[in-house]
């Protein structure tokens, strides 16, 4: 595959994942107008369901290649947003978006897998795909709660997905496949599969917490959140092609070091804290390309353990509830470092990376 059809496969996941988030946060935004608890456990039984079976698609389209799992995830969403009441909180609205949850997942994983297929073992292809869910939320925000916004036009967006998923599918089509070998991380360590494996869970967890469970003092109005997701977004596409660039330990160490004081300073400062928060992001890449080093053959379970984590981590805010600003800086502290520590430790030196 030339390297103009993998930036345009890699664009089309990127919209691919755009699209599912706008109709998600859309849903979300308008239907579930409800005070702040209920809106609390939605949102939480909401990330649950879109993040946890990730790793089941990755089983399934190993066991079944043939099977047409993006476009019968289309076929799930669509029937999810169907029966979602758009304009009422209902119980009928959550069954269907949880529905639409459930698809988000299957989607995920989908393109988790056919960006891992055609990036001949670079980052920036499922980068870039990540990266679009961020948009998409940032849009989704914005439009649901607008008042032209239809339940009419998810099913445009829908459609729009379809097209770019049949244009970017054939890989799911094959019987077999010959997955890009990533060789991120040391393997001359004592049981080094599960090392790894635990350090990527890890980093991965402690992104996640960072970038959703601190406390932000400045995160006040939805502009705020939604710049903050565009930050996200930017931070995961930028890691990915850096670490193809310079290399994954330089970009991992280097990142999750330089966050600490913007993350520290930045609680009441919003400019400086999202630079903190877009240069932990960075580490998305990174942690998925661990993880995909020591399962080589199975992406789809290599992302759903990278989405374990991550759901794992938005879980802890809904545990914990707020965090004293003392204890949040000592906590970012600690995890960030601890986070560089084990990226240095677990990730091979960077050498001959173009």
């Known amino acids: 595959m030339s390297q103009t059809k993998i930036l345009a496969n890699s664009y089309a996941c990127f919209f691919v994942h755009f699209c599912i988030e706008v109709i998600c946060f859309s849903i979300l935004t308008h239907t579930f107008k409800v005070d702040n608890a209920t809106r609390f456990f939605i949102y939480m039984f909401f990330d649950m369901v879109a993040f946890y079976p990730q790793f089941l698609v990755g089983i399934v389209h190993e066991k079944f290649p043939k099977l047409n799992i993006p476009v019968i995830s289309v076929v799930i969403m669509a029937a999810g947003i169907m029966l979602v009441q758009y304009d009422i909180a209902s119980p009928r609205s959550m069954a269907?978006?949880?529905i639409v949850a459930l698809a988000n997942a299957f989607l995920h994983d989908c393109c988790a897998i056919q960006t891992t297929l055609i990036g001949k073992g670079k980052l920036?292809?499922?980068?870039?795909?990540?990266?679009?869910?961020?948009?998409?939320?940032?849009?989704?925000?914005?439009?649901?709660?607008s008042t032209f916004w239809r339940k009419e036009y998810l099913f445009i967006v829908l459609a729009v997905m379809l097209v770019l998923l049949l244009l970017t599918n054939d890989?799911?089509?094959?019987?077999?496949?010959?997955?890009?070998?990533?060789?991120?991380?040391?393997?001359?360590?004592?049981?080094?599969?599960?090392?790894?494996?635990v350090a990527a869970y890890f980093v991965t967890f402690v992104r996640s917490f960072i970038g959703y469970a601190i406390p932000i003092s400045w995160r006040k109005e939805l502009w705020q959140s939604i710049l903050l997701f565009f930050i996200m977004g930017m931070g995961k596409a930028l890691g990915g092609w850096l670490s193809d660039k310079i290399g994954a330990r330089k970009v991992g160490v280097y990142s999750t070091l330089l966050c600490i004081p913007l993350l520290i300073w930045g609680q009441n400062l919003m400019v400086v804290s999202i630079l903190g928060i877009f240069l932990f992001s960075m580490t998305m890449a990174?942690?998925?390309?661990?993880?995909?080093?020591?399962?080589?053959?199975?992406?789809?379970?290599?992302?759903?353990?990278?989405?374990?984590?991550?759901?794992?981590?938005?879980?802890?805010?809904?545990?914990?509830?707020?965090?004293?600003?003392?204890?949040?800086?000592?906590?970012?502290?600690?995890?960030?470092?601890?986070?560089?520590?084990?990226?240095?430790?677990?990730?091979?030196?960077?050498?001959?990376?173009?």
């Open 124 to 145: 920036f292809p499922c980068a870039l795909f990540v990266s679009g869910g961020s948009f998409g939320v940032v849009i989704g925000q914005i439009l649901g709660p």
């Open 96 to 98: 269907g978006m949880l």
């Open 286 to 354: 990174i942690t998925f390309g661990m993880f995909l080093s020591v399962i080589p053959d199975n992406p789809g379970l290599a992302f759903g353990l990278t989405t374990l984590a991550l759901g794992n981590g938005i879980m802890v805010p809904f545990i914990t509830g707020p965090i004293d600003p003392m204890l949040n800086a000592v906590i970012i502290v600690v995890l960030s470092v601890a986070c560089s520590v084990v990226l240095g430790k677990t990730l091979k030196e960077d050498k001959n990376v173009n």
């Open 171 to 197: 890989s799911w089509l094959v019987e077999e496949y010959e997955y890009p070998k990533f060789d991120l991380v040391k393997r001359d360590m004592p049981n080094s599969y599960m090392v790894i494996i």
